[in-house]
T-cell receptor
Framework: GQNIDQPTEMTATEGAIVQINCTYQ??????LFWYQQHAGEAPTFLSYNVLDGLEEKGRFSSFLSRSKGYSYLLLKELQMKDSASYLCAVRDQGTGFQKLVFGTGTRLLVSP | DSGVTQTPKHLITATGQRVTLRCSPRSGDLSVYWYQQSLDQGLQFLIQYYNGEERAKGNILERFSAQQFPDLHSELNLSSLELGDSALYFC?????????????FGPGTRLTVL
């Protein structure tokens, strides 16, 4: 089976840095995605990690440690528009088919 | 705009009824995925089709079924609706068959069962 854990909610102030953690347990790990989702809208792709280490993409970075079953999304220079839910999703191949398993998401509130 | 379209945007119906949700993938994408998102459950994978054939199955109820047509659009059929089926239903598409390819999500259909 699969289990993905993220904090339910986080708050931060504009201009700050925030780190959103994700831990996972899966039988056939084959990559991890981060998606951003504004309320009532579709998720949009942020990053993808399949090897250990840090992937940087502008203000957003994502880190993966496969041995620890751990990832984080780092958001720098926070802006009000970054208030959204951040979904961690694991590519799982445990059942023979690859599929994405999503965590319940972390709701980030950025205040002025 | 992801390039994935879904209709209708909103749907209100009664318990026991049947509805059909429609999805057109991005041009060139062969895979279509269906997800259900309710307030307390997060995004739940339902089913994937690749080039017309079922590719992977998640937590899809027996009352739900889907298909992908030769023009690659897909429909999700929900029958004997219950109050708990009220949710946002997203369709996503990707180029390849592997469920881990980057998926592009449509705007969703909000289903309300009264």
């Amino acid at each position: 089976g699969q289990n993905i854990d993220q904090p339910t909610e986080m708050t931060a102030t504009e201009g700050a840095i925030v780190q959103i953690n994700c831990t996972y347990q899966t039988s056939g790990f084959n990559g991890l995605f981060w998606y951003q989702q504004h309320a009532g809208e579709a998720p949009t792709f942020l990053s993808y990690n399949v090897l250990d280490g840090l992937e940087e993409k502008g203000r957003f970075s994502s880190f993966l440690s496969r041995s620890k079953g751990y990832s984080y999304l780092l958001l720098k220079e926070l802006q009000m528009k970054d208030s959204a839910s951040y979904l961690c999703a694991v590519r799982d191949q445990g059942t023979g088919f690859q599929k994405l398993v999503f965590g319940t998401g972390t709701r980030l509130l950025v205040s002025p | 705009d992801s390039g994935v379209t879904q209709t209708p945007k909103h749907l209100i119906t009664a318990t026991g009824q049947r509805v059909t949700l429609r999805c057109s993938p991005r041009s060139g994408d062969l895979s279509v995925y269906w997800y259900q998102q309710s307030l307390d459950q997060g995004l739940q994978f339902l089913i994937q089709y690749y080039n017309g054939e079922e590719r992977a199955k998640g937590n899809i109820l027996e009352r739900f079924s889907a298909q992908q047509f030769p023009d690659l659009h897909s429909e999700l059929n929900l029958s004997s609706l219950e109050l708990g089926d009220s949710a946002l239903y997203f369709c996503a598409s990707s180029v390849g068959a592997g469920g881990g390819n980057e998926q592009f999500f449509g705007p969703g259909t909000r289903l309300t069962v009264l």
